[in-house]
């Protein structure tokens, strides 16, 4: 069974730094695209970006470039995503995605992990 | 980056109805285009693909079919569990890959 489990989420200050990561398991992790999606409490989904199996091509929404960084360990199945200089337009629920192999649709999301960005 | 104009926001329709979502994009996408489903609480749920695939374990009763800039989602007899918000993603030209802004579906 595929399973992909989001933490490190929780509440943080704006201006600071928050790593999501993102545990997979059920299938075999450094055979798929793997990517990140969010969506602000009561809208709709963001597309945050995508990372390949080699971590060798990393591709990025526009206007979240300079702010986060995806990046996996294929040894521990693990995705992560690094936000900085957050401000309270990043507080969201935050989920891991599979891409699908056939195109790059997400096949398999995670249960998501909420952050929230206020003083 | 591509449009995706998804219609209507929202949506009101009675047990066993056939009810339709559309999804158009600002450039023909080549029917790169997925389809969700994300119900109240949850995390949303792959339902077709390259517009017209059902995905696995989805029920036959949900399809989709369009080419070129328009899109649709079908749902044949509608069901209770079928209470969801609908998002389309096209997937043809990124990064980014859009989403289209969501369909909220209620029972009437």
């Known amino acids: 069974e595929v399973k992909l489990v989001e933490s490190g989420g929780g509440l943080v200050q704006p201006g600071r730094s928050l790593k999501l990561s993102c545990a997979a398991s059920?299938?075999?992790?450094?055979?798929?695209?793997m990517g990140w999606v969010r969506q602000a409490p009561g809208k709709g989904l963001e597309w945050i970006g995508e990372?390949?199996?080699?971590?060798?091509?990393?591709n990025y929404t526009p206007s979240l470039k300079d702010k986060f960084t995806i990046s996996r360990d294929n040894a521990q199945n693990t995705l992560y995503l690094q936000m900085s200089k957050l401000g309270s337009e990043d507080t969201a629920i935050y989920y891991c995605?599979?891409?699908?192999?056939?195109?790059?649709?997400?096949?398999?999301w995670g249960q998501g992990v909420m952050v929230t960005v206020s003083s | 980056d591509i449009q995706m104009t998804q219609s209507p926001a929202s949506l009101s329709a009675s047990l066993g109805e056939t009810v339709t979502i559309e999804c158009r994009a600002s450039?023909?996408?080549?029917?790169?285009l997925a389809w969700y489903q994300q119900k109240p609480g949850n995390s949303p749920q792959l339902l077709i693909y390259?517009?017209?695939s059902l995905a696995d374990g989805v029920p036959s009763r949900f399809s989709g079919s369009g080419s070129g800039t328009q899109y649709s989602l079908k749902i044949n007899s509608l069901q209770s569990e079928d209470v969801a918000s609908y998002f389309c993603?096209?997937?043809?030209?990124?990064?980014?890959?859009?989403f289209g802004a969501g369909t909220k579906l209620e029972l009437k």
């Open positions: 993603q096209q997937y043809n030209n990124y990064p980014p890959n859009t």
């Open positions: 990372i390949n199996q080699d971590s060798s091509t990393i």
């Open positions: 059920g299938f075999s992790f450094n055979d798929y695209w």
């Open positions: 390259d517009a017209n």
């Open positions: 450039e023909d996408i080549y029917s790169n």
């Open positions: 995605a599979r891409v699908g192999l056939g195109g790059h649709y997400f096949d398999y």
